[in-house]
């Protein structure tokens, strides 16, 4: 099905964490912002020709296309490099190659400090991000989530804005503990199953035919809901999401808001809606209350309130995450599908919105919308995109993000009309914080604070360098809202050929 | 080319038109208003040719799917869609032509233009659609189109509130209209107009009156109708050709569109409901639109009080009615509520526009004055728009044989076979109509100008007055429904028909209503710099005045007293209660398992490493069996 000489999948996981070694191991400068540009594009070419090439050819009853595998000595405990997308992998594995190539471009025009060391960690982050999505098998399915998540910390520790040591020590925490209870979930998994393999296509044939017993299924699946939720900041648990954003630096918040978050909704699509439905099941209803009351309207609520830009996008992701999980809660085909679309969508999204906030920042020396105001008078692209990514993320139709949204509403239906109720309530609450952030930054006259700052720094509208990466995602955004079969075909066909397991519920 | 992809190619091309604006043009004001320009008119040529070919059709297109679910792009083609679609062609031209003029200086035009391509886009989309998912996916669209056309002036920080408010109150009837849709969707099985209508043909349909309710939430945001309607006034920020166009043509009807569109789902109770909303928006605004002083703001009342009519008369529902066939009684049941709303909306689509474009000229002769006060004698400087306002005015107050004087009598004459005290208020309605709209005339055209603008006023040039003319002719034929080619005839045969007695006695109110309320109006305001009714009626006036700022009033306090105070607080409770017990709560956690929270705060890189390293060792050990469960 590929006609290249080498695996893409492969490549892409490798290009970006050689590059790092090679600057680890000293390459200069000019170097490796050089070979970065190529180390982030070398995703994106996979990407597209995986994608491309995905819905060619008729694919085994497994679903997987693209499966190769890397013996690496741990054979003996069922563990090897086993690569491969399926149609729920792909849309992410893609999602992971744009943003990280946005998000690479606008670190390479930074010029932030030590910008060497920074794109070395960002480059082991695109490389374990590329990883999560390729792998077939759990270990390096986890494996390349750490892997991606420690230069998180790091970024956070040192390129931090505001509060980032308290920032930092409060991700890892978080974020530490949620990925040591799944852990111990996916262990769990594999030793109750007793198919003495992590390798995900061999554990379902396995399971679909030895099915775990419902105690079982039901204490594995809250383990996993409990951890995964966490990186996926469920509510209460949330609290790390906005602050650690907040303090991120924009490259790093794109990467992670973006990409490494969706680690835990598509664990649970992944991993466990087909390995233990009846223990999703029966989590459903509390994980659909928890989501829709918490994640979607109380902090829906607190999004309005926030006076802090970056922290308003933070919460607004937080918000998002919410129907994720209901879309997950309401299960079948229509409710997972509408996740991985939305999963991808927002990904685009909140990566174009950190990235323009840090933008607007360089602009008014400010994330405080109180003293913005009037900024397109100055800068009408920078406002453009600005409105464009804010109705993208809450919804408009014409961007991606709606048929995620419009999915999820129309599974949920099914599973309580009341929750559905409730869950689309929040359409008005999203419309209330992204219409307001954007008239109190961009229009109306511009507040003396800016002025002061303007007049010191006349404002310039968005360079062609920051407006690439930006056009990236927008393009994409726009292509999946006109043309959404572009992912959903590959969805589809994931989820229907796993449907009877998803059915039993 | 088949008359298919004709409708594909004028659904896309605005799309087209915006996207090169958009891309290219942005700083090529001028060449973006041609493209603009060039696309309306190409839409308003195919649009008629459409029409006229007497050839309906059905054809969808599949947009995304999962499992069962699916939605598609579809064109569903009837007489409704045609005559919508040459609503919107003719508007929508003339209002582009016009903007030519109007926004020649503007520094924005190429947004300006853009933002009406992608409105045609959306509007058009609506138009079109075959089944209520796709109707949604246009419906937000006009509303984002409508949002960026209002804030047009961004620096005001009056356009930008009221864009903000549009949306956000749009999106709060979409609230309910997307519940209908799924609602429907799983009690039906489909939201497929054709699909609903064959079911209710084979009565196979499910009924619920949840679901029109909820769907005609959709209706009370986009047609702004009362408690939604605080929008629409404050609408009137966007460039005036756009109030023509989005918020008196086309897209506040599309409301009434969509109500005939899903009338299969209909159920007695829902139309009960419908039908006193827009008896009591139409009283409400009417009341409203006497004291204003902007000539744009009148207008906006009236257009919400003309919604407010459509509305009910299709809350009035069915008629049935009996033929004499070859001496056997016949009883057969019209639609008549869609035949009086959608004839209403036709009428009221052009005479609106030619009013508010009319207004357009006076703003743009008077040099962007407003107020009526300050306006006056501007018969003799511009008395081509004069004379098309005239015709527009006699249109709306149902002067006898103009457009409104018929589409106004089979909404009347309905009301009155169906419910008398509905019938009442809509004659008070039309009385006080009249009335205001004198009031706008006169103040405006005669009498002495009371300001420098008025005096100065001048006649802009012919873009400016052409699509005055034609909307003028509009206004005076489009009432005779006999004229109109056969296409329309889905629609029109069922306009109601008041015969013998009936017809007397509609004929005799609609005439009396009018002349009490243009007299009144007339003799009663003196072209003076303030208003008449304040002077001498201040009670009266300023209880007018507050009944039309409550609704503003209670919709500040809340979002000023109770949203934003809520949200302080629910965000207080998170910062402290969350953020503060649970964050120590889970570092305790971390704790138990030996690994000290304190030792995260070191920060160092070393730290981090062993975190991930004492995961893979965890990780083997359970793996290898050392450690088991």
């Known amino acids: 099905m590929s006609q290249l000489p080498f695996d893409p999948l492969l490549v892409s996981i490798a290009a970006p964490l050689a590059l790092a070694l090679a600057i680890a191991l000293g390459l200069p400068k000019r170097w490796s912002v050089l070979l970065a540009y190529g180390a982030f594009a070398i995703p994106v070419l996979m990407a597209l020709h995986v994608w491309w090439h995905f819905t060619a050819t008729p694919l085994p009853s497994h679903g997987y296309a693209f499966l190769t595998r890397y013996d690496t000595g741990l054979s003996g405990l069922g563990i090897s490099l086993h690569l491969g997308l399926n149609g729920i992998a792909l849309p992410l594995f893609v999602l992971a190659a744009l943003v990280g190539l946005a998000a690479g471009l606008y670190a390479i025009q930074s010029g932030a400090e030590r910008l060497k060391i920074y794109l070395m960690l960002l480059l082991i982050m695109q490389g374990g991000l590329m990883g999560v999505f390729a792998s077939v098998d759990i270990f390096f399915f986890y494996f390349f989530h750490e892997l991606a998540l420690i230069p ?185 599908g509408g996740v991985v679309l939305l999963m991808v969508a927002h990904g685009l999204s909140v990566a174009l919105l950190f990235l323009l906030a840090t933008a607007i920042y360089h602009r008014t020396q400010t994330f405080a919308m109180d003293e913005m105001g009037g900024l397109a008078q100055k800068t009408p692209v920078l406002a453009a995109f600005f409105v464009a990514a804010t109705l993208a993320s809450i919804g408009l139709p014409g961007f991606a993000n709606f048929w995620g949204e419009l999915a999820i509403f129309v599974a949920l239906w099914k599973f309580s009309p009341l929750i559905t109720a409730l869950a689309v309530a929040g359409v008005v609450l999203s419309a209330i914080y992204g219409l307001r952030s954007a008239a109190r930054v961009f229009f109306g006259p511009s507040t003396d604070a800016l002025a002061k700052v303007t007049a010191a720094h006349p404002p310039v509208d968005l360079s062609w360098k920051e407006r690439f990466p930006a056009l990236i995602l927008l393009a994409a955004l726009l292509f999946i809202g006109f043309w959404p079969k572009s992912l959903t075909t590959p969805v589809n066909a994931a989820l229907t050929a796993r449907a009877p397991a998803a059915a039993t519920k | 080319m088949t008359m298919l992809s004709h409708a594909i190619f004028v659904l896309i091309l605005p799309l087209v038109s915006a996207a090169i604006i958009a891309l290219f043009l942005r700083r090529a ?480 109110t609609s005439l009396g209503v009018m002349i009490v309320g243009a007299s009144t109006g007339y003799t009663f305001w003196k072209s003076t710099p303030t208003d008449t009714l304040a002077d001498k009626l201040p009670g009266l006036f300023s209880a007018l005045s507050a009944l039309r700022a409550s609704f503003d009033g209670a919709y500040d306090y809340y979002v000023a007293k109770i949203q934003q105070r809520f949200a302080l607080f629910v965000n207080f409770f998170e910062q402290i209660f969350l953020a503060g017990l649970i964050v120590r709560g889970l570092a305790g956690f971390v704790g138990l398992f030996g690994l000290g929270a304190r030792a995260l705060h070191v920060g160092n890189l070393n730290a981090y490493v062993y975190w991930f390293l004492l995961g893979i060792v965890m990780l083997w050990l359970f793996a290898t069996g050392v450690v088991t469960l």
């Open chain 1, 152 to 336: 998180t910390f790091i970024m956070v520790g040192i390129w931090g804005g505001r509060d980032r040591s308290y920032a930092a020590m409060k991700l890892t925490i978080y974020l530490t503990l949620g990925a040591m209870v799944s852990l111990l979930g996916l262990i769990m998994l594999y030793v109750q199953s007793g198919a003495h393999t992590f390798d995900l296509i061999a554990l379902r044939a396995h399971l679909a035919a030895h099915p775990l017993a419902a105690t079982l299924q039901n204490n594995i699946a809250g383990l996993l809901l409990f951890g995964l939720g966490v990186l996926v900041s469920l509510w209460p648990l949330h609290t790390w999401a906005p602050l650690g954003y907040g303090a991120a630096p924009s490259s790093a918040a794109m990467l992670h808001a973006g990409v490494l978050k969706k680690f835990g909704l598509y664990g649970l699509i992944q991993v466990a809606l087909p390995l233990l439905p009846d223990g999703l099941a029966h989590w459903a209803h509390p994980l659909a209350w928890l989501a829709v009351i918490g994640n979607v309207l109380i902090v829906g609520v607190i999004t309005i309130a926030q006076r802090d830009l970056k922290q308003m996008i933070g919460y607004s992701s937080v918000m998002h995450m919410g129907y994720a999980f209901l879309g997950i809660a309401a299960g079948g085909i229509i409710g997972p």
């Open chain 2, 29 to 508: 004001g001028g060449i973006a208003a041609a493209v603009s320009t060039l696309t309306a008119t190409a839409i308003a040529g195919i649009s008629v040719l459409l029409a006229l070919r007497n050839e309906r059709f059905t054809e969808s297109f599949e947009w995304m799917r999962f499992g069962d679910f699916a939605i598609s792009l579809g064109f569903k083609f009837d007489d409704l869609a045609a005559l919508m679609l040459v609503i919107v062609g003719i508007v929508g031209l003339c209002v582009h032509v016009f903007s030519l003029g109007y926004m020649h200086d503007d520094a924005a035009k190429a947004r300006y233009f853009g933002g009406l391509s992608i409105f045609m886009f959306s509007m058009l989309g609506i138009v079109f659609a075959d089944n209520l998912f796709m109707m949604f996916i246009f419906w937000e669209l006009v509303g984002f189109s409508s949002y960026v056309l209002i804030n047009h002036w961004h620096e005001k920080q009056s356009a930008s509130d009221a864009s903000k408010k549009a949306f956000i109150a749009n999106r709060v009837g979409d609230f309910g209209f997307l519940l209908g849709i799924v609602m429907c969707y799983w009690l039906n099985g489909t939201v497929n107009l054709t699909e609903l209508a064959a079911k209710g043909e084979a009565h196979t349909l499910v009924f619920s009156t949840l679901i029109p309710l909820f769907l005609f939430c959709g209706a009370v945001g986009k047609s702004a109708q009362l408690p939604l309607h605080v929008w629409l006034p404050d609408a009137m920020e966007g460039p005036t050709p756009v109030s023509a166009l989005i918020h008196a043509a086309t897209m506040v009807a599309a409301g009434i569109y969509m109500l005939c569109r899903i009338n299969v789902l209909m159920v007695p109770d829902a139309l009960t409901v419908i039908m006193w909303t827009g008896t009591a928006t139409a009283l409400y605004a009417a009341l409203c639109a006497i004291t204003q002083s902007d000539i744009k703001k009148v207008l906006a009342y009236s257009t919400l009080s003309q919604l407010g009519y459509m509305v009910a008369a299709f809350g009035l529902g069915s008629l049935s009615d009996t033929h004499q066939h070859d001496g056997v009684p016949h009883t057969i049941i019209i639609a008549a509520g869609v035949g009086a709303a959608m004839f209403h909306l036709t009428t009221h689509a052009f005479f609106k526009a030619l009013m508010f474009l009319g207004s357009g000229s006076v703003i743009h002769g008077c040099h962007h004055e407003q107020d009526i006060f300050k306006m006056g004698g501007l018969r003799m400087r511009m008395p081509l728009t004069f004379w098309t306002f005239t015709i527009g005015v006699a249109a709306i107050i149902g002067f006898p044989y103009l457009a409104g004087f018929f589409s106004k009598d089979a909404i009347l004459y309905l009301a009155y076979a169906k419910n008398t005290p509905v019938f009442a208020l809509l004659a008070l309605t039309a009385v006080l109509t009249s009335l205001y709209m004198v009031r706008l005339w006169k103040l405006t055209f005669l009498g002495e100008p009371r300001s420098d603008h008025a005096s100065h006023a001048h006649e802009g040039g012919l873009t400016l007055t052409l699509p005055l003319v034609l909307l003028a002719v509009l206004s005076l034929v489009a009432g005779y429904t006999a004229f109109y080619p056969k296409v329309f005839s889905g629609v029109f045969d069922l306009i109601p028909v008041a015969h013998d007695t009936d017809h007397t006695i509609i004929f005799i």
